[in-house]
């Protein structure tokens, strides 16, 4: 059964289409990676932010405790809110930067797949072209000498009356001159 399944199959299709899946994958998890990445961008530039927003309402706190506490105690419970902001982006990041290293490694594996995939269908075709030309040879070269002979013969043969036709009709005068000699004759 598999061998009469394996006669029939188009391989060559088969394998293009697990290659075309392949590098759809591939591409998804480039456009996954890209977005991981710009997340990854925006909450650095976020952390930047709550590490600056931090220092501001430390030195306002500071700045205030002397002139009005109720403004300088606002400013630390401002200053407090920042920092838990900071400490859940970092925590948030940290995660990130583990999923963002683990698609990476997801699509460097797919490329590598896809190119042994690759690899491995040319160097199928190669072989099958080989055994194709093999199969071909060993055809002629089971047909006898003498066989292959008589098809050049024939082969030449044409080609000699088509020249002999294309003369003619090129040459009037030839032809003129080969009645008149065929008259002679």
């Not at 998804?28 to 997340?39: E, F, S, T, Y």
């Not at 982006?89 to 990130?96: A, D, F, K, R, W």
């Not at 009037?172 to 009645?179: E, G, T, Y």
Request: glycine share 2%; charged share 30%; with cysteine.
């Amino acid at each position: 059964m598999d061998q009469a399944i394996t006669k029939v199959e188009n391989h060559d299709a088969i394998i293009a289409a697990a290659i075309k899946s392949t590098q759809t994958s591939a591409a998804k998890a480039r456009v996954r990676l890209a977005r991981v990445q710009k997340d990854g961008k925006a909450m650095r530039q976020k952390g930047k932010e709550l590490e600056i927003a931090d220092a501001e309402w430390s030195r306002r706190a500071k700045s205030m405790a002397t002139q009005d506490k109720n403004k300088a105690i606002e400013c630390m419970r401002r200053r407090k809110l920042a920092r838990k902001q900071l400490e859940h982006i970092q925590s948030s990041l940290q995660q990130h930067d583990e999923l963002e290293v683990q698609v990476k490694d997801t699509l460097q594996k797919i490329q590598a797949r896809l190119g042994e995939m690759n690899q491995q269908r040319n160097m199928m075709r190669s072989r099958e072209s080989v055994a194709e030309a093999m199969r071909i040879i060993n055809n002629i070269n089971g047909a006898t000498t003498s066989d292959i002979e008589q098809t050049f013969d024939r082969w030449e043969v044409l080609i000699s009356e088509s020249e002999i036709v294309v003369k003619l009709i090129v040459c009037p005068l030839c032809l003129f001159l080969i009645l008149a000699l065929a008259i002679e004759g």
